[in-house]
């Protein structure tokens, strides 16, 4: 059965702290893995990576892909109290691409 | 933000009752989505459309029906609603079966 396991479940910060999230897989075929954010509504879309060992950034938001270990980061550096949100992994199935979301990650930035 | 819309964004029924959820959207998009989300679970597919009249069931799709009658819309219908069913309930667009997933703002429901 395909997996998706988010780690640590919650974290609380002080502004100005980096932080490391993580994604863990389990998945028959993999095609991609994504990071949403979700403030108090719709989930809105970070990134998506496909390759191994190739970051992608935005601003102060990046991530990387290790496809041989199965797992993903998301990395916020200098964070602010408007990054407090929930941060949801999605790996897609080639095969059905249908999306396996994990529980989350609740990020709480403190002033 | 995708075009998007989510009616009602809140409601409350009693167990028993049928409830139409509607998803709507004006990117044009093929491909339309039903996830909840629930507590302790991730984002959990019920049915998806891949076109007008076109429909499948995902993984939690017992006790939920879906239309779609146009481009546009997307309708799920929980024919006697649960209190299980009680959720939050997201409406997802893509443009094809590869691409990006977006969000609607969502639709929390109550059921009594």
């Known amino acids: 059965e395909d997996k998706v396991v988010q780690s640590p479940l919650s974290l609380v910060v002080h502004e100005g702290d980096t932080v490391t999230l993580n994604c863990s897989y389990e998945v028959t075929n993999f095609r991609s893995l994504l990071w949403y954010k979700q403030e108090k509504k719709a989930p809105t879309f970070l990134f998506m990576l496909t390759s191994s060992g190739i970051e992608k950034k935005s601003g102060r938001l990046s991530s990387i892909l290790d496809k041989k270990e199965l797992f993903s980061i998301l990395n916020i550096t200098a964070t602010q109290t408007g990054d407090s949100a929930v941060y949801l992994c999605a790996v897609v199935n080639s095969g059905t691409y249908k999306y396996i979301f994990g529980t989350g990650t609740r990020l709480k930035v403190l002033a | ?112």
């Open chain 2, 1 to 112: 933000d995708a075009g998007i819309t989510q009616s009602p964004r809140h409601k409350v029924t009693e167990t028993g009752t049928p409830v139409t959820l509607r998803c709507h959207q004006t990117e044009n998009h093929r491909y339309m989505y039903w996830y909840r989300q629930d507590p302790g679970h991730g984002l959990r597919l019920i049915h998806y459309s891949y076109g007008v009249k076109d429909t499948d069931k995902g993984e939690v799709s017992d006790g939920y029906s879906v239309s779609r009658s146009k481009t546009e819309d997307f309708l799920l219908t929980l024919e006697s609603a649960t209190s299980s069913q009680t959720s939050v309930y997201f409406c997802a667009i893509s443009e094809n079966r590869q691409e990006t997933q977006y969000f609607g703002p969502g639709t929390r429901l109550l059921v009594l």
